[in-house]
């Protein structure tokens, strides 16, 4: 590796040696051993990859709590679906169940969720087919 | 992954706290802040929601994670600009980040923040920046997301960087 090669491999992978596939991180090691001016280099790059990463940063303190809030709504959801089921005759049972698919339905085409399915899909396989999910 | 398919929300919270941050940062690159915060809440929850039918033998969750968000990105962005993000036009970016890079240069206002000089870069070198900078992502795994040759995402990559890197060594003396 020379120096022209070890900065284009630098501005590909980045600064964290440790991500780098390991045949190429190896040989980076060995000839940053050998090349004061190469390790300069890397440090300025770590410097890069830290200003991108401070520059872009988002406090998402709420957004996790809106998130959590959302599975845990989902929770009480299924548990209030099951103290309905127990407590109220089969008719109207039937009537909550129709309009809860109806809502659930709705708001799945709302998010788009679907479509995002579909693509992620065809990126990763089938993990991740509609067909079989609910 | 098992642990959030058997509706561990513990291990949800973990999985929240890994991914999140990073997803947001790189919605917010092309996104308002509320399109961002819906994008990443979008991708979590669908997680969470379908994670029972998860198979982590065939794919990464990560991978499903940020394909998510990066459609979301591409898809708001194309609809609100008619943003030509087209998988085929890896060539395009090249004399447009150039452009870009020169106009973040000469101000001196943008070469003393890193922020405006990555919001100043092409939307797909942005993207493949991010993606490798803030989500960890591999250059084959970018290519993947932006629909592009592995080597067409290094050159993103690359470029983008150089950008980066060419911009906080310019001296502040252009504040004189």
Sequence with gaps: MDRTEFEDKL????????????????????????????????????????????????????????????????????ILAGHWRRSIPAGALAIVLVASIGFKTG???????????????????????????? | MRAVAAGDERAFRRLVGRHGPKLRAIAGQFLDAGEADDAVQDALIGVWRHASRFDPSKAALSTW??????????????????????????????????????RA??????????????????????????????????????????GVTRPAAEQLIARARRTIRAAMREPADGSD
């Design chain 1, 107 to 134: 708001y799945d085409g709302g998010i788009g969720l679907a479509e995002d399915l579909e693509l992620a899909t065809a990126i990763a396989g089938d993990a991740f087919s509609l067909d079989t999910l609910p």
């Design chain 2, 105 to 146: 240069l000469a101000g001196a206002e943008a070469l003393r923040d890193v922020g405006a000089v990555i919001a100043s870069l092409p939307p797909r070198q942005r993207m493949a920046l991010m993606l490798a900078t803030v989500g960890d992502r591999t250059a084959e795994e970018i290519a993947a997301l932006l």
């Design chain 1, 11 to 78: 501005m590909i992978l980045g600064g964290d040696l440790n991500r780098w596939p390991p045949a190429e991180a190896e040989a980076a090691r060995r000839f940053l051993a050998a090349d004061n001016e190469s390790r300069a280099l890397l440090e300025e790059v770590q410097a890069v990859d830290d200003a991108i990463r401070s520059a872009t940063e988002v406090p998402v303190a709420a957004l996790a709590g809106r998130i959590m809030a959302a599975t845990q709504k989902r929770t009480s959801d299924s």
């Design chain 2, 65 to 102: 994670l940020y394909r998510i968000v990066v459609n979301r990105c591409i898809d708001i962005r194309r609809q609100r600009f008619r943003w030509p993000w087209s998988p085929i036009d890896e060539a395009e970016d090249v004399p447009s980040g150039d452009i870009a890079a020169d």
